[in-house]
Structure formats: structure tokens, C-alpha cells
């Protein structure tokens, strides 16, 4: 790893009211981050009392998935008060401290917005499933059921099963895109829009710099129920092939033009508190997902959004040209974000690794990848560590998602056990038992074992990190795909005359690349080597250069 020619680092500024362009966010799942209480599940304590390590590694914002109050049974996504923090996590003025704390380090932070369904135990839900004549009646999707008694049509739920939930008290169905306790709010009803957005102001106002606002593809319904058709080609990007979900081309149970004008709602709300940001959640197959992302993200409407494309199984030169030539084809003045990894998805490291590939490298290489497109990239917590999905054996599974699905599909909790700050047998994480178990291959990857080592995966990532902040090409430039070199991905990235070119030999054999011209070398993995116009790669090596023209 070289680290040749770096001028002073230039981080996002608090004062820039488009920060976000140039900013890398951290995805935090706080139930595992750091237990300051002691009780086995993460809080705002020890999210708190980690803060500096997050800063030290140099990212510039955090995203806190959700901390409100909750039953739980999807772990936090199921609110039942959006307004108070749940005492598993800690108390409504920790959550300040927590904005205050990450303030004074230059860190931003954005909260999960969790606003698509409640939980069934929300009060709004609790007055409407007691029948029509309420204030709440219209605030959830209700609908009769067909003559013979069936669900009023096709849709089918992301955990398994039909979308509709029968209610005995008002003798109908109600809608649920995920688990049947997590009943889906009615947009169409300009009450529930208000209520949301009042939720937003909240917070806005007690400090947070704006949210994650988690699947805003499914705000609206089609009004007039209609069937969702089969799919032309079954989606395995947003669910598991196992997962009929699918099996259907989501036209009608989400997807719906409404959505546009809501987030225009939504933007109105961020315009007044300068500098607040609006990242969106696109869960939908690669088909229609990056034409969302575009059109979500017009000026007006959100400021970022991050789709499931990359998020995918696919690793091939040829899977990446098509989403970065996808998306500039559609952009316009979108800004998109990208992940590779978060709460949802097996992690990159394992996901992604070729066979005959290697862990650390994997994890390196992609990160370079994603902290180099255009774009605002999202670590999730580990990346960092190149940590490999966690075997979680059956009995200890606790995600309903894969209690479904076992054992075709595991579920969501080997990417969501606990974060390893050492290599003790509780990882420095909590001082009794965590809720998931800590993977022996994480303690070996842990926090402290890596810190001490100038080639681990951690010191990699501060180092490109490092030179993201230095170049503003790789924060605000354009990007150009180049030719391909057999396996060799190749971008450059162009901002104000400054040129840097981006090398991913994604082959587990050695690859070469030829540079014509004047280039220096900024970063780039072990093994690699400049030899006079030709750029050689190692099995799944990685170079950023720098155009000297």
C-alpha cells in the first residue's frame, strides 16, 4: 500500500449546506454496536462512549438505524411511539447528548425514518382496528374481502405470505408489506402525511441532521387494488429466490407517482433547517431501481437515494459498467448513494468474494470501489474490518425473516451480531451475553487487533478514506468508464482538472492494465506495480492514480 502525495485533508464542512455530496456516511445497527449498559444489546451509552473511534476512522457522518420505541419483533422497524426513544436503547435525552456528542466532533447524524407501517401496539393502529367510525379508521389500508372470503387480491408479504391481515373487529383485511404485527400506513389519507412529516419536524429540531427514511417506494398503494402481474424474470436482488416475493412485478402494491409529490412534502420540511438531509430507501429489482433513484432524487425531492443494485450478488465487470452507466444515463442532477452492506444483506465480504478469493482483500478492494464511485458511499459497521457473515446456528436465530426461510435462506442476524472491539470472548462489546452470538472469525478481525496493524483491512480503509477527503475528484467529479482490460474495472473520476483513475482487478489471477501518460500513484494494494505504462494487479488488486497530465 502506497500512500504518495497527499496534500491536507478537506472533510465535509458544517457550514455547506451540501455536505452530503461529499460526505461518507457510517450505518450503525446500535443493538450491536457497543453495550455501555451491560444487559447484552447496544445503546446510546456506548454508542456514545465510541464515538472517537468512529471519528478516528474518518468518515463524516453517522446513520443510526432506528432507536424508538418498539415490541421488537422486527427489531426496532415495528415503532409503537415515534416519538420517545425505547429504555432498551436509553432515555429521549441521550439521544440529544448522542447529537450534541457527534456535533462536536464534525460528525452529522441521521436517524431511521420508519414511516411506510407501525407497529400493530401504535396507538393510531390500536383506535383503528376498532372499526369505521374512529379518527384513526383511515390512517391504515383496510379492504373488504373478496365474496368468498380471500384477501382482496394477490400481494404477497416480504417475510412470507399474503400482504393482508384478516381483523375480526371490522370484519376486513388490513395491509402489511412485511410481518403481519407491522401494519402498513394509508398515504393517501393527507391526515397520515401530516402526522409523518410533524414526526420529522421532531426531530429535526432536537438536533438530528435528517433520516434514513426506510422504503419509500412503499408509501403508496394503487387505490384500486389491482393484482400485481407475474414478473417477466424472477427478482432475486430484493428477496431470497426461495421467497415467492419475487415471482411478481410489483406494479400496484408499491411504486406509485404519489410517492413524488410526498417527497416534495418532505423536501419543503428540509429546506427549513439548512443543511438537513433526506436519504431514501429503493427496495425494488434491479429493473426499476435505478430509474427511482433517479427520478427520486430531482431537484426538489429527496436529496440521496440508495437502491439494492450493488447490494446484489453480482460481482463482475460487467454487473458494475451496467449500474454506473445506468445511473448517469438517468441522472441528471441526481445525487446517488451507494452500499455495498447493511442490516438486510449478507455481508459484502462473503457475499462477494470470488471463489479461490480471500476475505481481507475482498473487503478492501470493495471498499476502494464504493469510496470511489460518484456518488455518496455507506460504510455499515464492519465493512471496515472486511468481517465475513456470521454463522448464527437455528436455535440462536431470532430475525423472523429467516425462521420463515430456514434453511434455504438464514435470515438477517449474521450481519447483525455484535460489532468485535477485541478479541476477548464477549469482543469488548458488552459485559454479559450479547442477544446474538459474537462469531469467532470477528474476534479474530477485531477492532484492536487490526488498529495495530498498518496492512489490515482497518488501516486500508482509514488510508483510502484519506485520500477520498483529499481529492476533490473522488468526492464531486464525474465519472467515465474506461476499456476494459480483461478483468480489470477502470473509471476515472474528473473534477476541475484534477483527474484520478480507479483500477479493480476483480479476478482471483493476476491482471494488467496499460496507463498512457504521466500518472503517480496515490494508493494501491499489495503486489501491485507501475511499470512504465502498464499498470499490473495482483488477484483481486486495486490502484488509484492520479493524472499528472
Known amino acids: ?211 434514513r427514511l426506510d422504503t419509500v417506494n412503499f408509501y403508496f398503494h394503487d387505490q384500486q387494488l389491482r393484482s400485481n402481474p407475474p414478473a417477466s424474470e424472477k427478482d432475486n436482488a430484493s428477496a431470497p429466490a426461495v421467497n415467492p416475493y419475487g415471482w411478481q412485478d410489483h406494479l400496484f402494491d408499491k411504486n406509485q407517482p404519489e410517492v413524488i409529490p410526498f417527497l416534495e412534502r418532505l423536501r419543503a420540511l428540509f429546506d427549513r433547517y439548512e443543511g438537513s438531509v433526506g436519504l431514501g430507501e429503493i427496495g425494488e429489482s434491479p429493473a426499476r431501481s435505478i430509474s427511482l433513484l433517479a427520478e427520486y432524487t430531482k431537484p426538489g425531492r429527496l436529496h440521496l437515494c440508495y437502491s439494492f443494485d450493488l447490494l446484489s450478488a453480482e460481482r463482475s465487470v460487467a454487473h458494475f459498467e451496467r449500474v454506473i452507466r445506468r445511473f448517469e444515463e438517468l441522472a441528471g442532477e441526481s445525487w446517488p448513494c451507494w452500499a455495498f452492506s447493511n442490516h438486510d444483506v449478507t455481508r459484502v465480504a462473503t457475499r462477494l468474494c470470488p471463489p479461490g478469493g480471500e476475505l481481507s482483500a475482498t473487503g478492501t478492494q470493495l471498499c476502494a470501489l464504493l469510496l470511489t464511485l460518484r456518488g455518496t458511499p455507506c460504510l455499515y459497521q464492519g465493512d471496515e474490518l472486511a468481517l465475513p457473515e456470521a454463522e448464527v446456528p437455528f436455535e440462536a436465530l431470532v430475525d423472523p425473516y429467516g425462521v420463515e426461510f430456514w434453511p434455504e435462506f438464514k435470515g438477517r442476524d449474521g450481519c447483525r451480531t455484535p460489532y468485535p472491539w477485541t478479541s476477548e470472548p464477549l469482543a469488548g462489546f458488552s459485559e454479559h451475553s450479547a442477544w446474538l452470538p459474537i462469531s469467532d472469525a470477528h474476534r479474530a478481525r477485531s477492532y484492536q487487533a487490526q488498529e495495530a496493524d498498518p496492512q489490515s483491512p482497518l488501516s486500508v480503509t482509514r488510508a483510502i478514506l484519506q485520500v477520498r477527503r483529499t ?79
Not at 454496536?33 to 453517522?62: E, P
Not at 367510525?133 to 382482496?152: C, I, L, R, T
Request: glycine residues 8%; proline residues 6%; aromatic residues 12%.
Open 471 to 549: 481529492y476533490l475528484s473522488l468526492q464531486l467529479g464525474s465519472i467515465e468508464l474506461l476499456p476494459r482490460s480483461g478483468e480489470v474495472l477502470a473509471y476515472a473520476r474528473e473534477y476541475q482538472g484534477e483527474r484520478v483513475v480507479c483500477l479493480f482487478n476483480l479476478s482471483v489471477e493476476g491482471g494488467a492494465y496499460p496507463l498512457k501518460g504521466q500518472y503517480t500513484p496515490l494508493l494501491f494494494s499489495k503486489g501491485s506495480a507501475q511499470e512504465g505504462e502498464m499498470i499490473s494487479l495482483p488477484a483481486q488488486g486495486w490502484g488509484l492514480f492520479l493524472d499528472e497530465g
Open 1 to 211: 500500500m502506497s500512500t504518495e502525495r497527499l496534500i491536507s485533508p478537506m472533510s465535509a464542512q458544517a457550514s455547506d449546506p451540501e455536505w452530503w455530496r461529499r460526505a461518507v456516511l457510517y450505518q450503525i445497527y446500535p443493538r450491536s454496536f457497543s453495550d455501555a449498559s451491560g444487559d447484552g444489546v447496544g445503546d446510546l451509552r456506548g454508542l456514545i462512549q465510541r464515538l472517537d473511534q468512529v471519528k478516528a476512522l474518518g468518515v463524516d457522518a453517522l446513520w443510526v438505524c432506528p432507536i424508538y420505541r418498539s415490541p421488537m419483533k422486527d427489531f426496532g422497524y415495528d415503532i409503537e411511539d415515534h416519538y420517545r426513544v425505547d429504555p432498551l436503547f436509553g432515555s429521549d435525552e441521550e439521544a440529544q447528548e448522542l447529537f450534541e456528542e457527534a456535533h462536536k466532533r464534525g460528525l452529522k447524524v441521521l436517524i431511521d425514518l420508519v414511516i411506510s407501517h407501525t407497529a400493530s401496539t401504535h396507538a393510531w393502529f390500536v383506535e383503528s382496528r376498532k372499526g369505521p367510525d374512529n379518527p384513526y379508521s383511515e390512517y391504515f389500508v383496510w379492504a373488504d374481502p373478496k365474496p368468498d372470503g380471500s384477501p382482496p387480491n394477490n400481494w404477497l408479504s416480504i417475510f412470507g405470505g399474503s400482504a393482508w391481515q384478516w381483523e375480526t373487529r371490522r370484519q376486513q383485511y388490513y395491509l402489511h408489506n412485511f410481518l403481519s404485527s407491522q401494519p402498513d400506513l394509508n398515504f393517501h389519507h393527507r391526515p397520515v402525511q401530516d402526522e409523518v412529516i410533524a414526526i420529522a419536524e421532531h426531530w429535526l429540531k432536537l438536533g438530528a441532521d435528517g433520516f
